[in-house]
C-alpha cells in the first residue's frame, strides 16, 4: 500500500505534469483527498477557485472511469477538449453522436482507457447506457453545476433528480457535488436531493478584495468603453447582448485605431472560434468582446478586467462572468455600463419573449405537425427546421419560438442545433446496389464515396467546401444534388448551414399541456425574478456592491469592500487633497476630459473628479479649455 508521502507527491507531481502547477489553491487538495477516501463531498467555490481540478485529478489517480454529469453539451465539448490538450483521457456522450462513435466511446471506458466520462443528467435513465454502466468500473461521480437540481436556482433541470436514482443502483460510489453559485436555500436542496451521505462541505467566501467593481449610469457606451480601453493595455473580456453588438463594438473600436480587439460568438466557425481563444488566451493585452457564451471553462488568471456592456440577466450570471478577472489575485475591474431606457428595454423584452399556454402549445403542435409525428411516435431521423416557418404559421415573435425551442433543448425534449456546424451525410443504399441506380446518380453517389470516407457504415459529419475543392463542382449545386438523392432515399443528409431538429422523447400531448407547461411557466417566473434583483443591485447607490453579492449569497454579516464605486463615494476623505493631488499629476502630463482624468485614477466616479475639479477651478491650480477638456494653468 502506498504511504501518505508518496501518495501526496504523487498528486504534486499529477498536478505538475498534466496542469503545469507547483502548488493546489484554496482547498482543493482537501476536497482531492475526501474524494480518494470515497467520501460523499459537496464544494461551493466561486467561479476561477479551480472546481474542475477537483474532479479532473482524483480520476487519474483512482481505477476506472470518472462519470461526470454536467447540464450543458458546450461546457461538455469544452472540458473534453481542455483535457486532451493536455494528455487527459476523457470523453462525452450526447444525442448528437451516432450508435457507432457511443460504442467505441464505450469500449474505451470498459478497457480503463477513458478517465473521464461527461454526459448530460437526462442520459442517466437510458436504458443502453445503465447496461453499458454494469461493464464500466466507476471510480466516483462528479456532478457539475450542481445548482441545477434546485427549484430556486437560475438554471433548474428536473433531470437532475435521476442522479439520486442512478446512485441507488451504484450505492458503493461517492459523490462529489460541485457548484459555484449557490444560495443557502440552494445548497441545503443540493444535500437533500442527492441523498449526499454525512458529505464533506468545503465553502468558500465568495468576496473577491482585487476585483474593484463599478456600476456607472452611462448615456454613451461606446465612448465609455474607449475611454477605458484606451488606457487599459491589457486583457479583458466586453460582455454584450448580442451578436451583432459584439461585431459593431469591435469595428468602432478599430475605426478609432484600438486595435488588441476582436469579437467572438457563436456565429463564428469551430477554426475561427478555436483561433480567436487561443490568440487571446496566449496573449498579455488582447480583449474579446463576446456574448455571455463565451468564458464556461476558460482558465486564464491574467484577465485584468470585465466589461459589461449591458447588464447580466441576474446575480449569479454577473458574479460568474466578474470572476473571470484577476484569477491570479493581482488587482483587477469589472464595470458594469447601463442606463434606463436599456433596462427598460430589457423589461421588454422579457415581456415579449414568454408565450402563454396556448402559445407554448401552438408552438409545440407545429413542431409534430411539420413533420408529421404522431402521439407516442418517436422518429430517428433528424429534421432541417426553418424557424420562419413556424413564425408564419403561428404567427408569433421569433423571441418567443426560440424561448420555447431552448426549453425543449435544455429538457432533451428536443436536440435544437441552432448553430452553424459540419454537415452529415450516411448512405442508405449498399455499395453493391449503386450499379443500379440511373447512370447520373450513381456518377454522383461515386464521387461521394471517394471524397467522404465511412458513409457506407455510419453517420459521418463533412463539409461541403473540401468536397467542391476536389471534385470541382460548386458547394450549392453539390447541397442541391445531395437534397435530390435524400428525396429518393439513397442517402440522409443534413445541412449543418441551417438549424436542424431531432426529436429525443416520443410525441405526449398530455405532458406538454401539463408537466412541461407548468414548468416551463416555472422557469420563466424564475427568470423575472433573477432580473429584478438584478436591477435593484444595478441601479442602488447606497450598498457596497460587493457586499450586496455576498448577501445575496448568504453572506449577511459581511463588511464593505471599501474600494467599489459606492465605498469610493461614501468615503469622507475622497474630496481631500490626495484626489486633487492626482488630478494635477494627471493633467501635468497634458489636458484631459474627465472620463480621460476617471481612467488614469484607477476608474474613480465621474462625481468624485467633479467635486475635486470645481475645488481646483476655485483655487486657480486648472482651468478648462473649453467645455469637456481641463488644464493646469
Known sequence: MISPQDFNELKNKTLKHFWGYDHFR?????????????????????????????????????????????????????????????GIEAEYLSSELDEFDAEVIYNRCKDGLTKLLYVSPERLTNKLFIQQMEEIQLSFIAVDEAHCISEWGQDFRPSYQNIKDFRKNNPEIPCLALTATATPKVLDEIKNKLELKNPQIFQKSFRRDNIKIFSEEVSDKYQ?????????????IIYVRTRKEAELLTEFLHRNKIQNVDYFHAGLSTKEKNERQNFWNNSDQNVLISTNAFGMGIDKDNVRFVIHFS??????????????????????????????????????????????????????????????????????????????????????????????????????IIFYNSNKSLSSLELLIK?????????????????????????????????????????????????????ELQQKNYLEYIDGALASVKFLKPR?????????????????????????????????????????????????????????????????????????????????????????????????????????LIFLLDSGKVKMLNFRTYALT
Open 224 to 236: 465609455k468603453v474607449f475611454n477605458i480601453l484606451k488606457y487599459a493595455k491589457e486583457s479583458g
Open 311 to 412: 447588464p447580466s440577466q441576474s446575480i449569479e450570471n454577473y458574479y460568474q462572468e466578474i470572476g473571470r478577472a484577476g484569477r491570479d489575485g493581482k488587482k483587477s475591474y469589472a464595470f458594469m455600463l447601463w442606463n434606463q431606457q436599456e433596462i427598460s428595454n430589457i423589461d421588454q423584452i422579457l415581456k415579449n419573449q414568454i408565450p402563454n399556454k396556448a402559445e407554448f402549445l401552438k408552438i409545440i403542435t407545429y413542431l409534430y405537425s411539420k413533420f408529421q409525428i404522431a402521439e407516442f411516435e418517436l422518429p430517428e431521423k433528424v429534421f432541417q427546421l426553418n424557424t420562419s416557418g413556424i413564425q408564419s404559421f403561428t404567427k408569433l415573435s421569433t423571441a418567443k419560438i426560440k424561448n420555447v425551442l431552448n426549453f425543449l433543448h435544455t429538457q432533451e
Open 26 to 86: 484554496d482547498s482543493q487538495e482537501q476536497i482531492i483527498n475526501s474524494v480518494i477516501n470515497r467520501k460523499d463531498t459537496l464544494v461551493l467555490l466561486p467561479t476561477g477557485a479551480g472546481k474542475s481540478l477537483c474532479y479532473q485529478l482524483p480520476s487519474l489517480l483512482q481505477e476506472g472511469t470518472c462519470l461526470v454529469i454536467s447540464p450543458l453539451l458546450a461546457l461538455m465539448k469544452d472540458q473534453v477538449n481542455q483535457l486532451k490538450f493536455r
Open 431 to 483: 455499395p453493391d446496389e449503386i450499379d443500379q441506380l440511373p447512370a447520373k446518380d450513381a456518377y454522383f453517389v461515386e464521387l461521394l464515396l471517394r471524397s467522404v470516407s465511412g458513409i457506407t457504415t455510419h453517420k459521418v459529419m463533412f463539409s461541403e467546401q473540401k468536397v467542391s475543392d476536389k471534385i470541382g463542382v460548386s458547394i450549392h449545386l453539390i447541397k442541391e444534388r445531395l437534397k
Open 508 to 612: 405526449d400531448e398530455r405532458s406538454n399541456g401539463g408537466i412541461y407547461w407548468k414548468l416551463f411557466e416555472h422557469i420563466q417566473k424564475n427568470k423575472i425574478q433573477k432580473w429584478e434583483e438584478m436591477k435593484f443591485y444595478i441601479e442602488d447607490h447606497q450598498y457596497c456592491k460587493m457586499k450586496l453579492i455576498l448577501s445575496y449569497f448568504g453572506e449577511k454579516n459581511s463588511k464593505n469592500c471599501g474600494q467599489c464605486a459606492v465605498c469610493e463615494k461614501n468615503k469622507q476623505s475622497i474630496f481631500g487633497k490626495n484626489v486633487s493631488d492626482e488630478i494635477v499629476k494627471v493633467l501635468g502630463k497634458k489636458p484631459a476630459t474627465i472620463e480621460e482624468i476617471s481612467v488614469q485614477l484607477q476608474f474613480q466616479t465621474k462625481e468624485n473628479i467633479l467635486e475635486n
